[in-house]
């Protein structure tokens, strides 16, 4: 008996001293977690605000109260009784969530990031949970918020209640002046030249995001699609075909022009389609740097400079247009779904069963799409277009967007964690990913070039780019007035057949003028799709076309 109680003593102790609990104001609880998250979330944050004010004390420090400022406003928001201790613990650990991203890969967590982040499968997202984000969620997230959710607060009256609220936003709102007024000229200068300084305040940053995200789900789920495109006809030249036609639309992931061989890298990755008779466009820019803003974008009639998640669903699209015009329009996918653009037409998302060996390893290869090839080939009697949606180059786990045996580089990283891996590794992780969608589309021409029952066209566009390290920025969906080149220059292919460019009357050699002249976007798609399918409608834009002004017989 004695020793049972001298074993249970030092629980009953533990449990005596948990059970003390800690009782703090309000404020002091508040204010300490800002102070916290500044310490510990904000490593990029000062690294840029250092180096931009050439570590001048004073102004740093002007800045760092600035952005403490800002944290303790944007928490304060959520602060309303009987929420702060959630809404502390909840903001810590976002911010440990945000500023691993941050620091590690150079991530900006705002709204379309986030809005990535819904979007993403569960197979893509088990690859972020690397040991050391679990260890760095533990110790900066979880346990001060597990602290933050055990102390105390000490209570105050109805009334204090209704003051503490517009009080502490008050007192934000004048630390943030007051330290503006150090040197308000510079301090403007520095935020509206260098967003990327603003951006990177955490958890600010990913809490405005998140409030702008929950609106645009809340208005964009309202909204009906309004019709575009009532007047398409088919032309004079399909009209005229004696056999179906298929455009072909490849959507390409995260593949990045800077990486293929056609438009200049030093690296044979693209050995397979420069035996084909194709068009390269090299370093079209993309609408986004995220597939949530490209996908939408590129099928849309108003250009990217108009472009918004409002607009995109407020309108039908390029498909829409082909469906109403007598087109068989399907969408085939192997990545994150069409994310609407095929809301209105069949959309097939691919897994195991589709094809054993292709989604071997969980995730599908893009070799899933080849027999679905075969199979429209062999059955199509009308027009027809098709998408198919890659997972092409998406990171972080370049290794699995190819077969094991498929290396044409090695030495590659074969992680999702870019920490255990060389920056040469990763580069040959993410050079193999080219090199198997260059296999991938040089097989889609072949059995599109290898039947004479169907007049066929192929165009490759990707989404969006990737960073791989430069400037200490890893993946995409930066920002797009910080996002390098690398992000949103993306490669267009062109492929038609040659009874296809008989029965059109298509001069290759004029489309091959335009891709050497550049200057392309993702403006393109819409009306090139148009030109090739020979839709004539009021919404086609001659000047977007590449086939235009390419045909022998113009329609």
């Known amino acids: 008996m004695p020793s049972d109680l001298s074993q249970s003593a030092p629980w009953t102790r533990a449990k005596s001293v948990l059970a003390i609990r800690p009782e703090l104001p309000q404020i002091m609880l508040v204010t300490g977690v800002s102070g916290f998250l500044l310490a510990t979330a904000n490593a990029t944050f000062f690294t840029r605000v250092y180096d931009h004010l050439d570590g001048a004390p004073l102004l740093v420090a002007s800045v760092a109260v600035m952005a403490f400022a800002a944290i303790l406003f944007c928490i304060s928001v959520f602060t ?46 088990r690859h972020l949970f690397t040991t050391d984000f679990v260890l760095h969620l533990v110790i900066f997230g979880l346990l001060p918020a597990a602290l933050v959710l055990w102390v105390k607060i000490r209570p105050m009256r109805w009334w204090m209640h209704l003051l503490h609220y517009p009080l502490t936003l008050a007192l934000a709102l004048v630390l943030f002046l007051t330290a503006l007024m150090v040197d308000n000229r510079s301090f403007t200068s520095m935020f509206r030249e260098r967003r990327e300084i603003s951006s990177s305040v955490i958890p600010a940053t990913p809490i405005v995001g998140a409030v702008r995200l929950a609106k645009l789900i809340f208005v ?118 069409s994310l609407g653009s095929a809301a209105r037409i069949s959309e097939t998302r691919f897994g195991a069963a589709d094809d054993p060996l292709a989604c071997a390893r969980g995730e599908c290869v893009d070799a899933v799409f080849l027999p679905k090839l075969d199979k ?55 050079d193999n990913t080219i090199a198997y969608t260059d296999q991938f589309l040089a097989s889609l021409i072949d059995k599109l070039g290898a039947q004479d029952r169907v007049l066929t066209s192929m165009l490759y566009v990707s989404d969006h780019g990737e960073s791989l390290g430069e400037g200490g920025i890893y993946l995409h969906a930066a920002p797009y007035f910080m996002a390098p080149d690398v992000q949103t220059e993306v490669p267009m292919v062109l492929w038609t057949s040659p009874a296809y460019r008989q029965a059109f009357g298509l001069n290759q050699g004029c489309i091959t003028a335009k891709a050497k002249a550049g200057g392309l976007t993702h403006d393109a798609v819409f009306h090139t799709v148009l030109g090739l399918a020979d839709v004539q409608t009021d919404l086609h834009s001659p000047v977007l076309d590449l086939t235009e002004g390419c045909h022998a017989n113009p329609s």
């Open 80 to 125: 309303l009784p009987w929420l702060v201790r959630p809404v502390l613990a909840l903001a810590l650990i976002l911010g440990a969530v945000a500023a691993h991203f941050q620091d590690r890969l150079g991530v900006v967590i705002d709204r379309d990031m986030l809005q990535n982040a819904l979007n993403t499968t569960g197979n893509e997202s």
């Open 220 to 337: 964009t789920n309202t909204l009906v699609a309004a019709p575009i495109g009532e007047d398409a006809v088919k032309g004079p030249l399909i009209t005229a075909a004696e056999k179906p036609t298929l455009t072909l639309i490849v959507v390409g992931e995260t593949s990045r022009a800077a990486n293929w061989s056609l438009g200049g890298y030093d690296r044979p990755t693209n050995p397979e389609l420069a035996k084909r008779d194709i068009v390269y466009f090299d370093r079209v820019r993309s609408c986004g740097t995220s597939t949530a803003v490209s996908l939408p974008c590129m099928f849309a009639h108003y250009g990217m400079d108009n472009h918004s998640q409002t607009a995109a669903r407020s309108h039908q699209n390029l498909l829409d247009v082909l469906a109403k015009t007598g087109f068989d329009t399907r969408w085939y996918d192997n990545n994150t779904g």
């Open 376 to 430: 429209a080939l062999a059955e199509i009697t009308t027009d027809t277009v098709i998408v198919y949606h890659q997972i092409g180059s998406h990171g972080p786990a370049y290794y699995l967007r190819y077969p094991t045996e498929f290396r044409p580089f090695a030495d590659d990283c074969r992680s999702a964690d870019f920490g255990a891996c060389t920056p040469q590794q990763i580069v040959n992780a993410y």
